[in-house]
Structure formats: C-alpha cells, structure tokens
C-alpha cells in the first residue's frame, strides 16, 4: 500500500511539473475569455443583443459583460480608462480619442444614417418641409427666443452631424439656435415634454415618440443631415485584440451573423433586441416599426464607411470637436471583418 501510495505522488508531481512547463496561455486556453462591452441603448447596438441573446458567444468561449453608456463620449472615455473592452457607439468618439492618443480601432459598423432630427409645435410648424436661415429668424421674432435642439455632447455624432445640418445644409448663424446637450432618454423625455423644439433621436426613440405624440415630425433625415452619415460602430481597444484575436474573430463573425438576421427577420430580432431594449416596457411590435423605419440602416462592412468618416472627421476639427486631423484608415482594423468574410 505504501509503495501505491509513493507511486502516486510521483505521477502527481509529474503531472504538475507538465503542466508549469506549459506557457502560461496554453494552461489557461480552456478557461472562457471575459470581456466587458460598453453600448448606448439605441436600435444600432442591436447586433450586441442579438449575439448576447442568441448565446452566440458563450458557445465560442466567451462570456460577456453589457455596459450601459447614455453617450459615446462618456462611454469612450470608460474604454481609454480600460474599464471596457469593446464598444457599440458612434465613430466620432473613437475618432476624437485617437486624436488625443486612444489606442482604440473600428473592427466592424453596424449602421449608417440612423440619426434624424426631430421636432414638434410651433418651430416644427415653421420650419416646414425647406428649412432657411430666415425660419430660425422668424421663429425667433415670433416667440421672442431662439429655437431649442436637444442632442449628445460635443464630440459625439448626434452632435456632429447636427452642427453640419444646421450650419452647412442649411447655414444658419449659431447665434440663431441654442443646442442643449442631454443624455438619450432625457432627449426624449424634454421633446415630448415641450421643453425643446426639435432633437436628434435615433430609433427606437423616432418610433416611440412618434406613436405617444403623432405631432412630431421629421424635420431631417440622416441623408440629409450628412450624406452616407457615418453611425454606429463596434470598436476595440488595441490591447484586447493583441491579447485575445481568435475570440474578436469569433466575435465579429457573430456580428455579421446579427446583422443578417436584422435584414432579413426583423420580426424575430425585435423579440430578441426586446429584452434589453424593451425590458418589457415596449411591445416587440413597435421595435420591428423601429427595424424597418428610414432610421434603420444596419450595414456591417467598415470598408464603405471611411470616406463619409473621413468627411465627418474634416468636419469635427472645424468646428472644435477634435484637436486634429488623423488618417480615419488607421483607427480601423479591417482584419477581423475581412477575415469574417473571407471565402
């Protein structure tokens, strides 16, 4: 019994000794990679709660961590802080970080013109349907005050492409207009309450405040605020994809697998996205309006998206929003997404 007893503590050993002489990443490679992935709670960050919902990357060894973010400035700023790994947000956040020396890549988008401005009573009215820098005036002799558009702090799309629908498109003096930032569901709350005049909402809000007020109106859609307007992205910080590529390859290969099923059953991915979006306040029926509205446009190719970035990019330097122009191909990673697609 005492030489059983020896034996066994020899192969114990033995076995021990294998395993130290593993390098570190073989020992641990059965052990499930944990990442923690930021969002806006807004219809474009739908592939998330798709592939979170669906399993999708439990199954490929994956456990993932949701964070909630009312803006992608706040929400960039949590990533430059490594307290997130990924994120599903605007592109001009990850953009203004890498002008301040972010570490952080575009792997693959998600949506493109998806903001749109929206108004009710009197301004909506007066704006009509061609909007002039003589409208703002006349609104504000009318009512003796500026016009109030909710939208995200500077640096943020919803406020990028805003500041180019007002003062491009249309060219109205900023003297004229008073922009007041807010969180999403504030935005909301302040619109269908009459506390502004017009905001940029994306959907599912557009849906959902349409249906509680049928007097708000668009007053612009995503085209027409910025042609091809760059939206929502999935980025990373450069450290989790050096450290863990085969689980963002796995990752972006759900991506894709989301946006699909969004295209092409809308209906079954408002039951899914219901749960995290909804959180059974909102009927299914009114995020499928949502899916198939004109502020609903999920593509997940990121080569298609650059010139339109590289524009907005150009765009928030003149106005402040970034310290510099930086070459938009080198904050997106194309690996990933190419080899997602590969044949």
Do not use: C
């Amino acid at each position: 019994m005492h030489s059983l007893t020896r034996r066994a503590a020899v192969l114990a050993m033995a076995a021990f000794a294998s395993v130290a002489a593993l390098p570190s990443g073989a020992a641990r490679a059965a052990d499930p990679v944990k990442l923690e992935i930021g969002y806006i709670p807004i219809l474009a960050a739908s592939p998330l709660f798709i592939i979170d919902g669906q399993g999708w990357a439990k199954d490929a060894g994956i456990t993932l961590k949701l964070t909630r973010f009312e803006s992608g400035p706040h929400a960039i700023q949590a990533m430059a802080a490594g307290q997130i790994d990924l994120l599903y947000a605007g592109v001009a956040p990850v953009l203004v970080a890498r002008t301040k020396g972010v570490d952080v890549a575009v792997i693959a988008n998600s949506a493109v013109e998806e903001m749109v401005v929206a108004g009710r009573g009197p301004f909506a009215k007066a704006l009509g349907a061609n909007p002039t820098p003589e409208t703002f005036k006349k609104f504000f002799a009318d009512t003796g005050r500026k016009p109030k558009i909710g939208t995200q702090p500077p640096g943020s799309v919803p406020d990028t492409v805003l500041k180019h629908w007002l003062f491009k498109v249309i060219k109205v003096d900023p003297a004229d207009v008073e922009l007041v930032s807010m969180g999403i569901e504030k935005t909301q709350q302040a619109l269908l309450a009459g506390a502004l005049d017009a905001a940029t909402i994306r959907e599912p809000t557009v849906t959902v405040t349409q249906q509680m007020d049928p007097n708000v109106t668009l007053l612009a859609t995503g085209a027409q605020m910025f042609p091809d307007q760059p939206g929502t992205v999935m980025s990373a910080r450069a450290e989790v994809l050096k450290k863990y590529p085969e689980a963002i390859n796995a990752l972006v290969k759900a991506h894709l697998r989301a946006v699909d099923l969004i295209n092409k059953d809308p209906a079954q991915a408002s039951k899914i996205v219901n749960n995290y979006l909804g959180k059974g306040l909102m009927e299914p029926a009114t995020l499928e309006a949502a899916f198939r509205g004109p502020g609903s446009k999920f593509v997940a190719d990121p080569h298609g998206v650059v010139p339109a970035v590289e524009k907005m990019m150009a765009f928030a330097k003149e106005i402040g929003s970034a310290d510099g122009v930086i070459p938009v191909a080198e904050a997106f990673d194309f690996r990933f997404y190419d080899a997602a697609v590969a044949k």
